[in-house]
């Protein structure tokens, strides 16, 4: 902190003006950043590992799914709508990586950090209020999510099955997918004092949704009753909405999807605020 006084300093007082700078440029800062800043600075010591696995995923899936599994698929059956079996295949697996990412990231953590590491108590010890906790959280999971797309789409071009420009779209679409799924698990993670929920989560609803939304094969291939349900899934629509854009076949449709899961994030924050308040406000 630089101090300028006497004959430097109009009438002759004291100015602190590196201090206030620094202390302007903190104020500028929204409040919300500095908790997605703990959880990027936590990403620092895993990101190796991470950005390791994010590129083998893909690369696996497709290799033994897509080109191995798909060879026999498009000699049978001619591909799967119109398109090979990977290029049908990996939009709908990257829209699963990214539902499972961001239930991953809101439940195990946010508990953590509610009950075992107390990290949301701290942050709230120093200047910020529940919502910045949350919204704080919530937009280092986006980024993250926007880091595994892009990964993603990366080794889908490396594969051959980007068909349009609209791929690059699919980057938001997909973090909007991952946080869709975030903020009504956090909402729900921030209500437990057991783990025991988790497991029937993925095991009732994550990993049925990954199986039966159209990752792996049409919807209209299952028995009515439950096509009726897939529709309703919120995979679905991430699902839809990103093979649509990564094989150019755009539509008014879409922007039916992308308003579901928008709607789908600002329920989960509404329910995700109350919740939160509810359990660290004393």
């Known amino acids: 902190m630089t101090a300028v006084s006497g004959a430097g300093a109009p009438g002759g007082t004291t100015l602190f003006r590196h201090g206030e700078d620094v202390t302007a440029r903190r104020m500028a800062t929204p409040m919300w950043l500095r908790a997605a800043r703990y959880w990027g600075y936590q990403y620092k010591?895993?990101?190796?590992?991470?950005?390791v696995?994010?590129?083998?995923?893909?690369?696996?899936?497709?290799?033994?799914?897509?080109?191995?599994?798909?060879?026999?698929?498009?000699?049978?059956?001619?591909?799967?709508?119109?398109?090979?079996?990977?290029?049908?295949?990996a939009p709908g697996l990257l829209a699963g990586t990214c539902m499972q990412i961001g239930t991953n990231d809101a439940t195990y953590p946010v508990m953590g950090a509610i009950k075992w590491m107390r990290t949301y108590l701290a942050q709230l010890a120093a200047p910020l209020g529940v919502y910045d906790v949350l919204l704080g959280h919530l937009a280092w999971i986006a980024a993250r999510l926007a880091i595994v797309v892009s990964i993603y789409l990366a080794v889908m071009a490396a594969f051959g099955i980007v068909y349009s420009p609209?791929?690059?779209?699919?980057?938001?679409?997909?973090?909007?997918t991952g946080?869709?799924?975030?903020?009504?698990?956090a909402a729900f993670a921030a209500t437990q004092d057991k783990d025991s929920a988790f497991s029937t989560l993925y095991r009732f609803a994550i990993i049925p949704m990954f199986l039966f939304s159209g990752t792996f094969f049409p919807v209209s291939q299952l028995p009515e009753w439950l096509q009726v349900v897939a529709y309703a899934t919120p995979l679905y629509h991430g699902v839809t909405l990103c093979r649509d854009l990564t094989l150019g076949q755009v539509g008014?449709?879409?922007?039916?999807?992308?308003?579901?899961?928008?709607?789908?994030?600002?329920?989960?924050?509404?329910?995700?605020?109350?919740?939160?308040?509810r359990r660290l406000v004393v």
Request: some cysteine; aromatic content about 12%; hydrophobic content about 60%.
């Open 179 to 185: 946080v869709a799924f975030a903020a009504p698990v």
């Open 166 to 176: 609209w791929a690059l779209v699919a980057l938001p679409a997909g973090v909007l």
């Open 45 to 51: 010591r895993t990101w190796r590992s991470s950005v």
């Open 252 to 277: 008014w449709a879409d922007v039916g999807h992308a308003a579901y899961l928008c709607a789908l994030v600002a329920v989960g924050y509404a329910a995700a605020r109350r919740t939160f308040a």
């Open 53 to 89: 696995t994010s590129f083998l995923i893909p690369v696996l899936y497709l290799a033994a799914m897509g080109v191995a599994l798909g060879s026999l698929i498009d000699k049978h059956s001619h591909g799967v709508d119109g398109v090979t079996y990977v290029a049908y295949l």
